[in-house]
């Protein structure tokens, strides 16, 4: 029974030093002793000595404990090395809050799972799901179990099936294609623009698309197996604008130099960028010719023409003729 005790008493230690010391928070034995106290009971009594003896048998463990003197000789103990320093949990804190594709139950629970990572004390520090704006937030409830089956669809190179819909003017979701199941080789999950995206062959057409995870319902792993054919998935992204299908043709533009810097963040360091005279430079680039690539040059309104290929410009023009017919 003592033996029993005294491992209680070690992993609770272990479990103090964990949840509450860091850089900046550190235990005496008083201080333990207390803590002690509190779980086990008011009545519960424990040497000095057992709790020295306990930490050093957690230091011979490798576990982790810098121990300090203080201002007056008292010794202090601290638990600080840990998995992820504290600006990298505030990455991944941010990203869950960013990521429309997981409904706000799921964040909440999730910061929960990464602020036990660190101490109690930093973990008051990392942002809050209470300021993010629900609105954006996937209400898809069950979108968790259709991720975990398309990773091991994709790990086992296992055909999916899936219905896939969109919301009405209503706020109603609505199946497409009549409900018909879409049937899909898939090759990878990613994510964009704070969406998640599964890009894979559409089987029936032998094309491959891509499909917002939080639109898609009733996945389902079909045990057919498929081959993967060769394809660069960081080129298909990065030609596909605001992640609309469409032929990839290549594609000529004049910005103005204010835009330089966009056009590297969208492009990549390695763009093929030329300078045209002082006032433009231009891009050229293989892009999907698609709505979404018309709307990403419009964006940039007077201080982006197109020069090629002529049926975009053509696009573009029609495009802007229709704005202007809306706004008369």
């Known amino acids: 029974m003592k033996d029993i005790v005294g491992k209680q008493r070690l992993l609770k230690i272990k479990e103090i030093l964990e949840a509450e010391t860091d850089e900046q928070n550190e235990l005496s034995i008083k201080d333990i002793k207390e803590k002690l106290k509190h779980h086990f009971g008011s009545d519960y009594e424990v040497d000095a000595r057992a ?34 320093e504290l600006y990298e949990l505030r990455l991944l804190v941010d990203a869950v809050l960013s990521a ?27 942002p809050s799901p209470v300021y ?17 089956r398309i ?10 099936g899936f219905q896939y819909g969109r919301y009405n003017v209503d706020k109603e979701f609505q199946l497409g294609r009549n409900g018909d199941e879409y049937v899909v080789y898939p090759y990878a999950l990613i994510w964009h623009n704070d969406f ?20 898609m319902r009733n996945v389902r792993v079909i045990e057919e197996s ?10 298909y992204v990065n030609h596909s604008f605001q992640m609309f299908a469409g032929e990839e043709e290549w594609l000529k533009v004049h910005f103005t130099y204010s835009l330089l810097n966009v056009v590297i963040d969208r492009f990549g360091i390695e763009a ?18 698609s709505k979404g690539l018309i709307g990403w040059l419009l964006t940039w309104g007077s201080e982006a023409k197109v020069i090629s290929p002529e049926h975009v410009v053509e696009e573009v023009k029609e495009e802007i003729r229709r704005m202007q017919k809306v706004y008369e």
Do not use: P
């Open 51 to 84: 709790i020295k003896r306990d930490l050093q048998a957690l230091i011979e463990s490798e576990f982790d404990i810098i121990e300090n003197k203080g201002k007056y000789g008292e010794n202090f103990y601290s638990h600080q090395a840990r998995l992820f």
């Open 132 to 148: 993010f704006d629900k609105a954006v937030k996937s209400q898809h409830a069950y979108i968790k179990i259709d991720i975990d």
């Open 151 to 160: 990773h091991t669809a994709i790990s086992t190179k296992k055909i999916i």
């Open 196 to 215: 998640y995206y599964l890009i894979g062959e559409f089987k029936a057409e032998n094309q491959f698309r891509h499909y917002r995870v939080d639109r």
């Open 100 to 126: 429309k594709f997981i409904t706000q139950k799921e964040s909440e629970q999730l910061i929960e799972k990464i602020k036990q990572l660190t101490s109690q004390t930093q973990a008051k520090s990392l």
């Open 272 to 289: 093929d960028i030329r300078k045209v005279d002082d006032t433009y430079f231009e891009l050229r680039t293989k892009a999907k010719m």
């Open 226 to 235: 498929f081959k993967k054919k060769d394809i660069h998935l960081s080129e």
